[in-house]
């Protein structure tokens, strides 16, 4: 099956994007998707326990979004923006840098609060210049000159007052080493102080870029069982659950159990490529703790149902049975002659779309994705392209919300 790109292309209106959460978390509304018949229910979160079984696991990520965005500014005053991706050995961190052509190895910056209306306006400006700079020489980019800043009204900046705000600013500022890029186009970045310390002081929780409004509760951007900080974005079907609805489902016979994905950035971006075998996925690490090896293998025996919470679960718990035997195939490896199983991590490339045949997840909990996205390709693989392009038109035109504070889906 040649698949395109094109064939997973679909037009959202720009008001069907849910730019800020609902409350309480399982007030959302939930599509489902039965596969075996091909029927479509409307339901709210909150009732979603009408479909679990005793004995069914839920899995999903506890991964928790790390406040790595941040803000520092060259010597020249001009602003830079970072936003963290992944920890690299040696104190090294990837991340992804705006703006990028003028920086180089070895460069150093220092951490600022994040700019205001004025400032954001001044950054700007600062972007424009640097990204017009990227075809100068490498000699001049060497020896950058200063970067030009927005006109004051009434005129020019006083030189000499910007300089003293500046190093007034700088002073108590922590640094930021530039070091050399990687593969990906972002840079690695080291910091003159722990990682704990630079996010408490200036680190924001960052947002997809399709979300304009202000979050005023960052903890809403979080699920309420996240516990590993490390992700660049939300596994955001997670965020419908509340701590009263895990408790009903628990004692409704559900259980509940963890792995770790740390989300990159790269998860929501739309696939270039044509075809979509020739897309590359980038890595991510993934876990699976032995306790949840051990859930799931019980729950097979069983004959429960495992339900991904999201697809950061799923592309992990598949990416886990890909790696060696599934315990609950029997054998010496099942959950009745051996009920402890060992811990499993690793990077993860795993690229998920229709003819691919899933090991592991029996249903999943998942929101509405973005066109061209490898996320979309991923449900598309589990319930049918077909299936899945008409349960989003039925969204799209009983007014869903989508994307990462949008409504959820559950696909049976």
């Not at 592309?315 to 811990?343: K, V």
């Amino acid at each position: 099956m040649d698949l395109h790109t094109a064939d997973f292309d679909y037009h959202l209106p720009p008001e069907r994007i849910a730019q800020t959460p609902v409350e309480p978390r399982d007030a959302s509304r939930l599509l489902v998707l039965r596969r075996a018949t091909g029927e479509l229910e409307h339901r709210l979160f909150r009732d979603i326990g009408t479909y679990l079984r005793p004995g069914d696991l839920l899995v999903a990520n506890d991964s928790r979004v790390l406040p790595g965005r941040l803000w520092a500014r060259k010597s020249t005053g001009g602003r830079v923006e970072l936003l963290l991706l992944r920890e690299l050995p040696d104190g090294w961190w990837e991340a992804l840098v705006r703006p990028i052509n003028r920086l180089r190895p070895g460069q150093r910056l220092t951490l600022v609060e994040a700019p205001g209306v004025d400032e954001a306006v001044d950054e700007a400006v600062d972007e424009a210049v640097d990204e017009a700079a990227g075809s100068r020489t490498a000699a001049a980019a060497a020896s950058p000159a200063p970067a030009p800043r927005r006109l004051a009204a009434g005129g020019d900046e006083n030189p000499a007052a910007v300089a003293s705000a500046g190093s007034s600013e700088m002073a108590s500022q922590i640094e930021v080493q530039i070091g050399e890029r990687t593969p990906m186009g972002a840079m690695q970045v080291r910091f003159g102080a722990p990682l704990q310390e630079v996010v408490a002081r200036y680190g924001h929780v960052p947002l997809p870029p399709y979300i304009r409004a202000p979050l005023a509760d960052p903890e809403r951007y979080q699920t309420v069982y996240a516990r590993l900080a490390g992700s660049a974005a939300a596994p955001t079907a997670g965020l419908h659950f509340t701590p009263a609805l895990l408790e009903a489902l628990a004692a409704g016979g559900v259980r509940l159990a963890f792995v770790t994905l740390h989300v990159g950035p790269d998860t929501f971006r739309p696939v270039r490529a044509d075809r979509v075998v020739d897309h590359e996925m980038h890595a991510e690490l993934a876990a699976v703790p032995g306790a949840t090896a051990a859930a799931i293998a019980a729950t097979k025996d069983a004959g429960g149902r495992v339900i991904a919470v999201g697809t950061t679960a799923v592309r992990t718990l598949e990416s886990w049975a890909a790696s060696g035997d599934r315990p609950w195939e029997g054998g010496t490896g099942s959950a009745a002659t051996n009920p402890s199983f060992p811990d499993w991590s690793g990077w993860t490339r795993l690229f998920i779309y229709p003819g691919y045949h899933f090991r592991v997840v029996d249903a999943m909990i998942t929101n509405f994705h973005l066109p061209r996205s490898t996320l979309l390709m991923l449900v598309s693989a589990f319930a049918g392209r077909d299936f899945i392009r008409r349960a989003y038109d039925t969204a799209i035109a009983q007014g869903y919300r989508f994307y990462s504070f949008g409504d959820a889906c559950l696909i049976l």
